[in-house]
């Protein structure tokens, strides 16, 4: 059986996965930055956080031949991003539905990818432009603030990209979401410039 939502202690409705697994998992290996280094193993990645699937359903929603989308997923096997979470028997033949081994992946500092802004341009890669649409919607801010505070609104920003992958399926649109906070290599004043408060 799969439940694809239940209330949170709100009674807002939350998309639940049908299998467990991790929040968050760490991929540092030079096997495991390769396995996201592909559109296809992305796209597997991120239909599997809506639900638990054999490479017959991902092929389907990918629209790509079982054996591609068979080697893909042993890719990302072998690299333990994800696992096989239960199996069915059909007829002679035993289906394996294959899950995420985390909700979230953190990615170490990449040692085989040259851009070191490569996820975020991956990330970037499927979105539309419709000028019918409200979105897609982009905000860039800088602040001089200690790193302590950074952190924090790095926090809370995990917090809400928790929150948007927790949100109900619905709809026949994949909504993309990314934010940071980085430091950079701005100009700024230093102590002595400051007015006088």
Not at 7 to 30: M, Q, R
Not at 156 to 185: C, K, N, S, W
Request: hydrophobic letters at 40%.
């Amino acid at each position: 059986m799969i439940v694809t939502t239940k209330p949170d202690d709100a009674g807002d409705a939350k998309h639940v996965l049908d299998y467990e697994l991790d929040d968050i998992v760490n991929a540092s290996t030079n096997a495991q930055m390769k396995a996201v280094a592909d559109d296809t193993r992305m796209d597997i990645l991120n239909l599997l956080l809506e639900k638990a699937a054999t490479v017959s359903q991902l092929a389907d929603a990918l629209g790509k031949p079982k054996g591609t989308v068979g080697y893909h997923a042993k890719v990302l096997d072998d690299a333990g991003l994800i696992r096989v979470v239960r199996t069915n028997k059909v007829r002679a033949m035993t289906e394996k539905y294959y899950g995420r081994v985390g909700r979230t992946i953190h990615f170490s500092k990449p040692t085989t990818v040259d851009d070191p802004l490569w996820f975020v341009h991956e990330a970037l890669k499927p979105i539309t432009l419709d000028e019918e649409h409200p979105l897609p919607m982009f905000t860039s801010r800088v602040a001089r603030i200690p790193m302590e505070r950074a952190v924090e609104f790095s926090e809370r920003i995990m917090e809400v990209a928790q929150e948007f992958i927790e949100l109900p399926r619905d709809g026949g649109t994949v909504y993309g979401f990314i934010a940071g906070v980085y430091p950079t290599d701005l100009p700024a004043f230093g102590e002595e410039d400051r007015t006088h408060e």
